[in-house]
């Protein structure tokens, strides 16, 4: 029934761009929180970039002037795009919808892989 789908991984050089998809469906995609979320070897996940229904925005301080959270509800599908990448962003990216409305509810994505290296 929920599916969160996530594409746009893969390897690029230090100060290179990736853009990371994650298409959902099952949900009320309007309705909900999305976020971004990386877990990098023998570290813990961490929240990378999250925007809410009505287009609130946050950003780890890590990322923040490098990567742009953006969704597109037409098309039931947030983006993240990574410029200036870094070898310490190489990491599994994790697609997260959240909502409040009508009951609770947390959905995660499968990951897809961003490798940094020159």
């Known amino acids: 029934q929920v599916q969160l789908v996530e594409s746009g991984g893969g390897l690029v050089q230090p100060g290179g761009s990736l853009r990371l998809s994650c298409t959902t469906s099952?949900?009320?995609?309007?309705?909900?929180?999305m976020g971004w979320y990386r877990r990098a070897p023998g570290k813990e996940r961490e929240m990378v970039a999250n925007i809410t229904s009505g287009g609130s925005i946050n950003y780890a301080d890590s990322v923040k002037g490098r990567f742009t959270i953006s969704r597109d509800n037409a098309k039931h599908t947030v983006y993240l795009q990574m410029n200036s990448l870094k070898p310490e962003d190489m990491a599994v990216y994790y697609c997260n919808a959240y909502s409040n409305w009508p009951l609770r509810s947390e959905y995660w994505g499968q990951g897809t892989q961003v490798t940094v290296s020159s």
């Open positions: 099952g949900i009320i995609f309007s309705t909900n929180t």
